[in-house]
């Protein structure tokens, strides 16, 4: 009888503790859903070591070696009009109109890869983007390697692959963004309810690509000095 006496609890003891553990039950609840709404980060989010990224750049550098291949095949002519153009020195007597040319093709692309993040098919537009974007490009090397040999080719990388090289990695940099936008797209069409996720998503994509605009402006404005230069140099 006397270990019943002290196993029971007061009423006086125990109605707070009652108290407490309904109010921290809400608290409680609330904290499992903001963990379990809280979206960890993924692996394909992380920057530069997207897998994202390094697909597209393999996409550009395959691109690249086909149209390597096709123009010294002969199979387009495409290459030896971009090689005519980039190494006629008439084309770099005026800083501004270098860099109006530079920064015309770069608002372009840039314009584009972010378009591609409003679509729920943005993945394959982006990946067609930068196939046909390294298509190009080794097309017009193999047209200036035909026209000037080893000294054409390294005088048209000396004028072109300063802008060239930071627009590949900007337009990169924001594909990855903007496929992540075409994914969640993609999926709130299933029906999976991630309204908010699009939202946020653009933001960053907008954000991001106002970003590479004011970057491209910078790079495109060395770029042209440096081809100015070159071309008065070389050509």
């Known amino acids: 009888m006397r270990a019943a006496?002290?196993?029971?609890?007061?009423?006086?003891?125990?109605?707070?503790?009652?108290?407490?553990?309904?109010?921290?039950?809400?608290?409680?609840?609330?904290?499992?859903?903001c963990q379990a709404h809280r979206r960890p980060r993924r692996r394909d989010e992380a920057g530069w070591l997207s897998p994202w990224y390094l697909g597209y750049l393999a996409?550009?550098?395959?691109?690249?070696?086909?149209?390597?291949?096709?123009?010294r095949l002969?199979?387009?002519?495409?290459?030896?009009?971009?090689?005519?153009?980039?190494?006629?020195?008439?084309?770099?007597?005026?800083?501004?109109?270098?860099?109006l040319g530079l920064y015309s093709g770069a608002f372009l692309q840039l314009s584009a890869v972010a378009l591609c993040g409003f679509s729920a098919l943005g993945g394959g537009f982006l990946a067609a983007f930068f196939a046909l974007k390294g298509a190009?490009?080794?097309?017009?090397?193999?047209?200036?390697?035909?026209?000037?040999?080893?000294?054409?080719?390294?005088?048209?990388w000396l004028m072109t692959c300063l802008p060239e090289l930071?627009?590949?990695l900007l337009t990169l940099w924001l594909a990855v963004c903007a496929q992540r936008l075409a994914a969640a797209l993609l999926r709130s069409l299933g029906g999976a309810?991630?309204?908010a996720r699009p939202m946020n998503g653009t933001k960053t994509l907008l954000l991001r690509y106002f970003t590479a605009l004011v970057l491209g402006?910078?790079?495109?404005?060395?770029?042209?000095?440096?081809?100015?230069?070159?071309?008065?140099?070389?050509?």
């Not at 996409?59 to 123009?71: P, S, T, W």
Request: glycine residues 16%; hydrophobic residues 55%.
């Open 217 to 235: 402006a910078a790079v495109c404005a060395a770029g042209g000095g440096s081809a100015v230069f070159f071309a008065g140099v070389l050509l």
């Open 166 to 168: 930071c627009l590949l």
């Open 136 to 156: 190009v490009f080794g097309l017009c090397a193999a047209g200036v390697f035909a026209r000037g040999g080893a000294r054409g080719l390294v005088v048209y």
């Open 193 to 195: 309810g991630l309204h």
């Open 74 to 99: 002969g199979v387009s002519e495409l290459g030896k009009d971009l090689a005519a153009y980039y190494m006629d020195g008439a084309h770099y007597t005026a800083f501004s109109a270098v860099f």
């Open 5 to 33: 006496k002290t196993a029971a609890t007061p009423l006086w003891r125990a109605a707070p503790a009652a108290k407490a553990a309904e109010s921290a039950r809400p608290q409680a609840q609330g904290d499992a859903a």
């Open 59 to 71: 996409l550009f550098v395959a691109g690249h070696l086909g149209g390597v291949l096709a123009g």
